[in-house]
């Protein structure tokens, strides 16, 4: 989910990490460019030119002005695409910076999170000037750096160090488990831990080790778990180490997200040998079975109440929100669990091994759209898949999250 875009031509000084060329549905964000024109107008800034370093403050909003915490943020630039930007932190907020020469492109700026777009509002008083150090880009400045091999933890100073401990342990062993599980070595990535409730701003989702950029994805030990922690850290990892590796947008989306999913619960249900008698990893696996059962009844009643969509989920269809794609949450909430239940079915059929194998037999081919993909699946299975992920049944989801449940509730004990 993070290639690289550096938009030059407009002078736009921010690395996007993610490309669309859909744009959002009509009504969806805000119009960046008229919003300035219209302050403009009222002489609440003397000119667009004047805000050229400017940091923009923006807030991710439901329908009922509540902030939606986590959520992706993205620009869609005319005549250019839709990118991912970053993300809010806990209280919805995010700092953005523009050209002038963007800025006159009447940019919208709109979130997402679990399949569903939201607007934002947007305030020029909670920005501040590139150089400047408003609270956010101060406690930015002030993290402490832990480097972890080629990853790093960034952290609050006061941070207990049980909490340091831990998220070394992530990077150190989530490193080697991909490593083991995709069969090639994942990109650098940095985990950060916040004492506060509202997270520090990552211009573009990015920080420096030295002379290389780091993805990095926040974390509020108020807000979050060590399982929470665990389980997003490892499915953001796997799901940029498989953009990074076939470039983003280019393979289907349950094929990104399913394995993704498989890989955050993996090492909870069946740990690797060199990772079974981890007492830290046992500590996850008992809040995860706990988790579970609440995922699981949770999952029930969605079901139950929207059979239209999960009793025959398309996930050959499940695409990212835009006009072509309707534009309904549970459309796209479902094809988490949809997905990761098509690559668990994979895997018990065809080994544990199978997405390695999956993935080598993809990186060998330069067609890796829908299509293509049902063709590898066929040549490594010998079985036509087509008619199965059209129709992905709530029966095979819910017997899957059963089956999750019960093996890392097991696997703590042994």
Partial sequence: MRAAVLLAMVGWVLMAQE????????????????????????????????????????????????????????????????????YADVSGRILLGFSPELLRRDPVVFGEKGGQLYGVEFSITWGGKLGESPAPWERLRNLQLRTVGHDGLWYEEGLPEEWVRFGTWVLEKGRRFLREFLGWEPPS?????????????????????????????????????????????????????????????????????????????????????????????????????????????RARQYSRENPDVTQRFNLLQWRYAGPAYPLREELHAWGYPAAGSAVDELCRRFGESFPRRFLEELSRSA????????????????????????????????????RVKAEICAARKH
Avoid: N
């Avoid at 909003?61 to 939606?68: I, M, Q, R, Y």
């Fill in 367 to 402: 067609d890796i759209a829908a299509e293509a993909v049902l063709r590898t699946l066929h040549h490594l299975t010998g079985m036509d898949w087509q008619q199965r992920l059209q129709g992905y049944p709530d029966s095979a989801v819910l017997r899957t999250l059963e």
């Fill in 189 to 297: 990535f940095g985990l950060l831990l916040s004492l506060q409730p509202t997270l520090p701003m990552i211009p573009g989702g990015k920080l420096q080790i030295h002379d290389r950029e780091v993805l990095v994805f926040p974390f509020s030990v108020q807000r979050e778990s060590p399982r929470e922690v665990f389980t997003t850290g490892l499915h953001e990892w796997a799901e940029a180490a498989l953009h990074e590796r076939f470039g983003a947008q280019r393979l289907p989306r349950w094929v990104v997200e399913g394995i993704a999913e498989y890989a955050a619960y993996a090492p909870l249900r069946r740990p690797p040998v060199w990772w079974r008698r981890d007492t830290v990893l046992r500590e996850v696996q008992q809040q995860a079975c706990e988790y579970m059962a609440e995922a699981l009844e």
């Fill in 19 to 86: 490309h669309f060329h859909e744009e959002p549905p009509p009504g969806v964000g805000s119009r960046v460019g008229s919003l300035v024109k219209e302050m403009v107008q009222m002489g609440v800034v003397p000119s667009v030119d004047a805000l050229a370093r400017t940091m923009l403050g923006f807030r991710v909003v439901t329908p009922k002005g509540e902030p939606v915490p986590g959520a992706a943020v993205y620009v869609a630039i005319p005549e250019v695409g839709t990118l991912k930007v970053g």
